[in-house]
């Protein structure tokens, strides 16, 4: 299948950047490479950008794509980006974009089991050389480590009644596809409250897939070593797309711009800890009217920024 992936928020997120011409560039979620294009764009001769992306059809799709020998692309996990910036040759970068969202190529290839609306093999695995697979999560994982995950990362209410449903399904015959898992997450909730928030199985897959890949402990890691990478006046800008990882971001930035560990009764700072950023978007930034009615899926990102000090 051709690689398909539509850009969210991208003036607003490579114009935070303020990209310099011969500046480098990290783009932690090349995807369909769409922000990484536009950085291209305003980069001059000796200007780079390091395309990250643990999907091998993302880095295979942006070589044949882009064409460019400004682009370096790593395969791995962003939560990496300090080794895949040593890799490129460089020990200081200029910024950092960060699309957290699932690609719409993952989302509309029926054979990566992303989707809750097409028949496929359980498997939701953004590198497919992992070994941990949906069906894995789904068929092996206790009911109460089900539940959690379901209530943690899906923000489900129903998510007790949904692991009991998987259990007792999974005891009959193992799950082996996404049709049968969202059958059985739906028929799990109440059949007037099934639809209320768009499809049922939505926050259960949403969840599932976060526990296969890792997601939100990728995060942290790659906000904090990133930011040690970036030269003065250098920025991260970070997409995200649910309220789980909006908030690691938001308290991870808070973290890099006010690190002291001091008693707040202390007349002075003793611990050493000194501020790395400044947070530029006190609220975060939001798609405009004109994207959200052409990219359904930018309805829920946000975008936020912080500058290195």
């Not at 059809?57 to 682009?71: C, G, H, P, Q, Y």
């Not at 070994?131 to 995950?149: F, Q, T």
């Not at 909006?246 to 009764?265: M, Q, S, W």
Request: glycine content about 8%.
């Amino acid at each position: 299948m051709e690689f398909s992936h539509i850009s969210v928020m991208p003036r607003e997120a490579v114009g935070a950047l303020a990209v310099k011409k011969d500046g480098i560039y990290v783009d932690c979620t090349l995807g369909g490479a769409g922000h990484t294009k536009l950085i291209l764009g305003m980069l001059g001769e000796k200007g780079r950008v390091i395309g990250i992306d643990r999907d091998s059809d993302a880095i295979e799709n942006a070589r044949a794509a882009v064409r460019d020998e400004r682009l370096i692309t790593v395969r791995d996990n962003f939560e990496n980006i300090a080794s895949a910036v040593d890799s490129a040759g460089y020990e200081k970068i200029d910024g950092i974009l960060m699309d957290l969202g699932v690609s719409s190529h993952q989302l509309d290839t029926p054979e990566r089991g992303f989707s809750y609306s097409r028949e496929a093999p359980l498997d939701m695995r953004m590198d497919r050389s992992a070994p941990l697979s949906a069906r894995d999560v789904v068929n092996g994982y206790p009911e109460r480590e089900l539940a959690r995950i379901l209530r943690d990362y899906g923000e489900e209410k129903f998510a007790g009644r949904i692991a009991r449903a998987i259990c007792e399904k999974r005891a009959e015959k193992p799950f082996e596809t996404t049709a049968e898992l969202a059958e059985t997450v739906s028929s799990a909730i109440p059949a007037k409250l099934r639809y209320e928030n768009g499809h049922p199985a939505k926050r259960s897959f949403q969840a599932i897939r976060i526990e296969v890949n890792g997601e939100l402990e990728s995060i942290p890691k790659a906000l904090r070593d990133g930011a040690e990478l970036l030269n003065v006046g250098g920025r991260i800008a970070v997409i995200s797309f649910h309220s789980l990882e909006d908030r690691i971001v938001k308290e991870e930035f808070r973290r890099l711009a006010d690190p002291c560990t001091c008693p707040k009764d202390f007349p002075v700072c003793v611990c050493g800890k000194v501020p790395l950023v400044k947070i530029i978007t006190k609220k975060p930034l939001l798609p405009e009217s004109g994207e959200l009615e052409s990219n359904a899926r930018s309805h829920s990102a946000k975008l936020r920024v912080c500058e290195r000090i």
